[in-house]
């Protein structure tokens, strides 16, 4: 099926990006980085992730996700070069990694919004759900695989050597993309007036703002991690893989079970568990903690942001579905910036737990705001035709 070659081609584009999720942060620490510094470094990609996606979103509705998916992966193959340069050195100036993150917000802000607006074209009715947790679990396999793999490659070379390794694979994923055969859409008018260069429903509100308050923890996650783990000598790597898996897994069983059950139960399920598997970083680390953390804080993500996509998808129409991904993608910026920049001066003054704390507060927002929106008590229903064809159900 054509979706499953998608899938493969999303998870070895985004190759790109996580190739550094879990390095970065260690080679500015070996470089002799701040934390402050480190955590500011890594979210410049989602502050340029924001901006990247409002023009994205509308250059994915105006040109299609096939042309849009291939420019993605470009952005990834010149950060990744930069890396390359043998000026890339934290110990000597940290210009290059500014500049690769800037090219790697903008791939991240594209790549997955393109890829996910050409989902319903490839599923029969009725199926949508099923292709969107199909291609968004290829995106949780690449955090599964990638970081372990990259750090593999890190302590057997350096950051170098791991650029080297995102750059094979993000042109083996355009390549599979390309060779899929998918033919570019033609232009499309917009169902509704663009605002701000982008298409925007006011029903996208809630399940954006969910998304921000929801995922920002991560942020502070993927900056700080790494290098608190690295010094209670316990392995970060197999905490990205364990969260990878788990969120990997549920996504088709939080399909089968969107259409049982509302989007709300599942959501403030997912949120509670995720304030638990945070509150288990405030423990002294060890790997055992980790991997632990890892598995029920990605089965908890699971079963919320599937359902948030799905509502997404099913609230929008053909002509601005580009949008509703791609400021989704934004959202998720947003989030990260919150945690990694916006946690930056918490953690130089009080450490990484005071910004988990934080991250656990706004995953209580989230809930509230699940609780507040009376919308997601039905079932999403059918394949997802826009607004005028989504059909609730109560539960």
């Not at 759900?129 to 750090?151: D, E, K, M, W």
């Not at 509704?192 to 429903?201: D, N, S, T, W």
């Not at 980790?290 to 804080?297: D, H, K």
């Amino acid at each position: 099926m054509t979706v499953f070659l998608l899938a493969l081609a999303v998870f070895m584009v985004q190759g790109g990006f996580h190739f550094y999720t879990a390095t970065l942060p260690l080679a500015l620490n070996q470089g002799g980085v701040p934390d402050a510094a480190i955590g500011l470094i890594v979210g410049v990609s989602a502050i340029v992730q924001i901006p990247a996606a409002i023009v994205g979103g509308r250059l994915v509705d105006r040109f299609g996700g096939v042309r849009l998916l291939t420019a993605g992966g470009f952005a990834y193959l010149i950060g990744s070069a930069i890396i390359v340069l043998p000026l890339a050195d934290p110990a000597v100036s940290l210009v290059p990694f500014v500049a690769a993150r800037l090219f790697q917000g903008v791939g991240l802000a594209v790549v997955l919004p393109s890829a996910l607006s050409l989902v319903p074209a490839l599923m029969p009715p009725g199926g949508n759900p099923r292709g969107l947790s199909i291609v968004g679990a290829a995106q949780n396999l690449t955090i599964t695989l990638i970081p372990p793999l990259s750090l593999f490659m890190f302590n057997g070379s350096d950051i170098h050597g791991v650029a080297w390794g995102a750059i094979v694979a993000v042109i083996v994923g355009v390549g599979l993309f390309r060779a899929i055969g998918l033919r570019p859409t033609r232009p499309q008018s917009a169902a509704i007036r663009p605002r701000f260069g982008i298409a925007f429903r006011r029903s996208w509100a809630m399940p954006l703002l969910i998304t921000i308050t929801y995922v920002a923890h991560w942020g502070a996650v993927t900056a700080y991690l790494p290098v608190k783990a690295v010094g209670a000598g316990a392995d970060v790597g197999l905490y990205f893989a364990a969260d990878g898996i788990a969120i990997f897994l549920m996504r088709l069983p939080t399909a089968w079970l969107a259409e049982r059950i509302s989007s709300r139960t599942l959501m403030v399920a997912g949120s509670v568990a995720t304030a638990v598997a945070i509150g288990m970083l405030l423990l002294p680390l060890t790997t055992p903690l980790l991997i632990v953390s890892g598995l029920l804080g990605g089965a908890a993500g699971g079963l919320v942001l599937s359902p948030v996509l799905f509502e997404l998808s099913s609230r929008a129409t053909d002509a601005d579905r580009g949008s509703a991904f791609a400021l989704y993608s934004g959202s998720l910026a947003g989030a990260i910036s919150l945690g990694s920049i916006g946690g930056s001066p918490m953690v130089a003054a009080f450490g990484l737990s005071a910004a988990l704390v934080v991250g656990m507060a706004l995953i209580g927002v989230a809930t509230v705001l699940t609780l507040a929106d009376k919308s997601l008590r039905g079932l999403v229903v059918g394949d997802a035709g826009g607004e005028s064809g989504a059909q609730t159900t109560p539960a």
